[in-house]
């Protein structure tokens, strides 16, 4: 008897969950743009390493924990929209010829791709209601389902995150050549942050 029902629908939900817009796809695009491939590559790892705690929280009965104390969710609904809105507000103050927003250091890239999956309500709430749908409780066979689906979730970020930069540098090639678009796409970002930052805080 398998543990895991359905594996390819898992998959296939996965995929379907990463290409959402959302905040991480934005932080990926952007840390590319600004930090090139290693920029991208640190967004791509903070982006996983986010998803992963998110995941074995769960796992581990945060999920009951939150619906037990709603303020947990709702505080942490707010830190993240707040997170997010200011990120954005720096991108729409930042001039030409200023330093990055996201210094191009890939700890930097990195940390801002974790912390924006952290405070991700979203994310959050997803991953609580996720894994119940693919676990067999009849197979009884302890964790290793649930380490077989997040190393398949790291694997396809993984190879997510490696497309979207490499199509990402591609276009800030281009970009670079005219930087007045460059400006406009980057004030474009910080509406789009602040834009899910209010989402975030509206949705409770």
């Known amino acids: 008897m398998s543990a895991i029902t359905d594996y390819s629908a898992f998959v296939v939900t996965v995929i379907v969950f990463l290409l959402i817009p959302g905040p991480g796809n934005l932080a ?44 947990a969710l709702a505080a942490l609904q707010w830190g993240g929209a707040a997170y997010l ?45 996720f894994f119940p749908l693919f676990v067999n409780p009849q197979a009884r066979a302890g964790l290793w389902p649930f380490a077989v689906m997040a190393a398949t979730i790291a694997a396809l970020t993984l190879l997510y995150g490696l497309i979207v930069t490499l ?15 460059g400006q406009g796409l980057q004030k474009l970002a910080g509406v789009l942050l602040i834009g899910f930052g209010l989402r975030l805080a509206l949705s409770r």
């Open 28 to 71: 990926l695009m952007a840390s590319t743009a600004q930090g090139g491939w290693r920029g991208g590559v640190a967004a791509t790892l903070g982006l996983i390493l986010g998803d992963q705690v998110l995941m074995w929280l769960a796992v581990a009965g945060v999920a009951a924990l939150l619906a037990a104390y709603p303020g």
């Open 167 to 181: 199509l990402t540098h591609q276009l800030a090639g281009h970009l670079r050549a005219h930087p007045r678009i």
């Open 85 to 129: 809105a200011w990120l954005g507000w720096r991108l729409l103050r930042a001039r030409a010829g200023q330093a990055p927003v996201l210094q191009i250091r890939p700890r930097h890239y990195a940390r801002q791709a974790l912390m924006i999956t952290l405070l991700n309500p979203k994310a959050i709430m997803f991953y609580m209601a």
